[in-house]
């Protein structure tokens, strides 16, 4: 009896998605989650969670939406269908939950967007395990419209999802009881570039030794003092694959070589409106005509070992390349706080990669 009035209240509340669905997201600048999260009482908590309570099921429908409607029968794999799933189960979770009218009600409802960021922690590998079953089935016929339109909804799915993950990460993480100073949230007020760059190099490198038995150097150049807000993990993922492919490279053309492989280095220029990172490396650079396959989700040298992250195999984890994904992704996250990757490329020579950073902070999220 209890199991099927569960059953009714799932389909009723699912029957709700559309209407969600419908309604228009609220954009959030870098700048206005600073100024709001400096302030973490128990007051501006509540008002975060209540709009936070309104605010996920419109952006979770979208994206449960326009999973039921993609082209091609990408809809109909049965990766694209789990991820579904995991859209509808976290709209239930969040419409389910009653209205917060207290400091009690605020933590609860913090302890489930928590869990909803857990969940949803496998959606960018399992949608590309969707788009290879895809893939599979095309075969070397599809055309380029079709990748390209492919591309186009993978871009605005996943840069949806990196805002979501930033509203729930922004609010569990104010809940810090004793933060660093100038730390608001996930957003640093004076985050060092370089350090930055350092440890995601570092961390690189360290992927690259498990994998070669050796690493390039990374030399980073750039003023030590200068600061500029932004979030640090963010740019963390995104100077860790831009090295990671460098590593890669420099590895891979000097493996067989007497002589000692050129560092990579890593340059952080400040300007008034950008901070922008240089990532340059003396790897052999990438043939041009795949450069325009750079930014897509479907293009990697490495070999592609999805089916074993999905399976849980030995190499599951972290690796030096192996997805595809790297790239496109890297570029998502500068965007979404108004920032751009452009990669240039001398065959035969080496790789530049020109990672913007938005310093005013002021760019309102794209919303799709
Ligand atoms: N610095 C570079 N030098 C040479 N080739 C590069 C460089 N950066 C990227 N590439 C090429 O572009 C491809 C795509 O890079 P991307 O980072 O998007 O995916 P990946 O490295 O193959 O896999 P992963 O998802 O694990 O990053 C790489 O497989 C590689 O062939
Ligand atoms: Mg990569």
Avoid at 45 to 62: C, D, G, S, T, Y
Avoid at 149 to 173: C, K, N, P, T, W
Avoid at 184 to 207: C, F, L, N, Y
Avoid at 232 to 260: C, G
Wanted: glycine share 8%; proline share 6%; with cysteine.
């Amino acid at each position: 009896m209890a199991a099927r009035k569960a059953v009714e209240s799932f389909s009723k509340l699912i029957e709700e998605v559309p209407r969600w669905g419908a309604m228009k997201p609220t954009g959030v600048s870098l700048r206005y989650m600073m100024e709001f999260g400096s302030k973490p009482n128990d007051k501006n908590l509540m008002i975060a969670a209540q709009f936070l309570h309104k605010e996920l099921p419109i952006r979770i429908a979208r994206r449960a939406l326009e999973l039921e409607s993609l082209p091609y029968g990408l809809s109909e794999t049965s990766a694209v269908l789990k991820v579904r799933d995991w859209y509808l189960d976290s709209f239930r979770d969040v419409r389910l939950f009653p209205e917060i009218r207290d400091s009690n009600d605020e933590l609860a409802f913090t302890e489930m967007i928590k869990m909803i960021r857990l969940r949803h922690n496998h959606v960018v590998p399992t949608m590309a395990l969707g788009v290879q079953q895809l893939k599979k089935d095309w075969g070397p016929n599809a055309s380029l419209e079709e990748l390209d339109e492919i591309h186009r909804l993978l871009d605005r799915f996943y840069l949806s999802r990196i805002g979501i993950r930033m509203l729930i990460g922004q609010h569990v993480a104010l809940h810090d009881p004793d933060p660093q100073p100038g730390v608001v949230g996930q957003i640093h007020s004076k985050m060092s570039p370089m350090e930055a760059a350092e440890i995601a190099s570092q961390d690189a490198r360290a992927i690259c030794y498990r994998e070669y038995g050796s690493a390039p150097d990374v030399q980073i150049y750039g003023d030590p003092n200068f600061t500029f807000p932004y979030v640090p993990t963010h740019l963390h993922l995104m100077v860790f694959e831009l090295v990671k492919n460098s590593l890669r490279a420099v590895q891979e053309r000097y493996m067989s070589s007497e002589i000692d492989p050129v560092p990579v280095r890593i340059i952080v220029a400040d300007g008034i409106e950008d901070v922008t990172i240089k990532i340059s490396d003396e790897g052999g650079g990438i043939p041009r005509r795949g450069l325009p396959k750079l930014f897509s989700y479907l293009y990697s040298t490495a070999e592609n070992n999805l089916n074993e992250l999905f399976n849980g195999g030995a190499n599951a984890g972290v690796t030096m390349a192996g997805y595809g994904y790297g790239i496109p992704i890297s570029r998502l996250y500068a965007r979404y706080f108004g920032g751009d990757l452009q990669i240039l490329s001398m065959e035969g020579y080496g790789t530049d990669a020109y990672l913007h950073l938005s310093r005013l902070g002021d760019s309102q999220e794209p919303l799709a």
